[in-house]
T-cell receptor, first 114, second 117 residues
Framework: AQTVTQSQPEMSVQEAETVTLSCTYDTSESDYYLFWYKQPPSRQMILVIRQEAYKQQNATENRFSVNFQKAAKSFSLKISDSQLGDAAMYFCAYRASGTYKYIFGTGTRLKVLA | DTAVSQTPKYLVTQMGNDKSIKCEQNLGHDTMYWYKQDSKKFLKIMFSYNNKELIINETVPNRFSPKSPDKAHLNLHINSLELGDSAVYFC????????????????FGPGTRLTVT
């Protein structure tokens, strides 16, 4: 069965610094999609970044980038120049191509210190 | 122009009551989902419909019954509410498109916080 693991329940970062959130997954599929979602205190789930497994290039969205290591089944999120508004729960998610089910990790709570 | 909307956003009710949560998406997606997020923030998938057909039915008490009148709507009815049903319920939708505009992510509604007293 596919699983997604976020081993850091909580992380802290100083404002303007860089932080990396870890995510590993287990799958026997070769074609799949990976995502990072942000859930601020407002509880709205917001897509931060997505990555197709068939793409070797790491996805980037402004201050957010991923380090996708397919062989290691690792998908970490790097947040540069952290801002107070980045404080939230971050969820890593996986979806195998050809399926409908998304599998979420348990989340990492990110605190940003002023 | 809310993409995925849910009503109500807050629901407080007593044990034993029956309640419904409604979800609508205007993204033209074929697939819709219900998730339950507990107090530890764990997201658990409950149901999924694709073009009005039930395609995912996780281990959920049969007091929970989803209904999809059309592919833009997915409602959740809960009978005989229990204290343990207190949670945030999220509706989401998705559509896989490999050609531009590429899409395979889920879009979430704002959530419904259900409190059973």
């Amino acid at each position: 069965a596919q699983t997604v693991t976020q081993s850091q329940p909580e992380m802290s970062v100083q404002e303007a610094e860089t932080v990396t959130l870890s995510c590993t997954y287990d799958t026997s599929e070769s074609d799949y999609y990976l995502f990072w979602y942000k859930q601020p205190p407002s509880r709205q789930m917001i897509l931060v970044i997505r990555q197709e497994a068939y793409k070797q290039q790491n996805a980037t969205e402004n201050r957010f980038s991923v380090n996708f290591q397919k062989a290691a089944k690792s998908f970490s999120l790097k947040i540069s120049d952290s801002q107070l508004g980045d404080a939230a729960m971050y969820f890593c998610a996986y979806r195998a191509s050809g399926t409908y089910k998304y599998i979420f990790g348990t989340g990492t709570r990110l605190k940003v210190l002023a | 122009d809310t993409a995925v909307s849910q009503t109500p956003k807050y629901l407080v009710t007593q044990m034993g009551n029956d309640k419904s949560i409604k979800c609508e998406q205007n993204l033209g997606h074929d697939t819709m989902y219900w998730y339950k997020q507990d107090s530890k923030k764990f997201l658990k998938i409950m149901f999924s419909y694709n073009n009005k057909e039930l395609i995912i039915n996780e281990t959920v008490p049969n007091r929970f019954s989803p209904k999809s009148p059309d592919k833009a709507h997915l409602n959740l009815h809960i009978n005989s509410l229990e204290l343990g049903d207190s949670a945030v319920y999220f509706c989401a939708s998705s559509q896989v498109r490999r050609l531009a505009p590429v899409s395979y992510e889920q879009y979430f509604g704002p959530g419904t916080r259900l409190t059973v007293t």
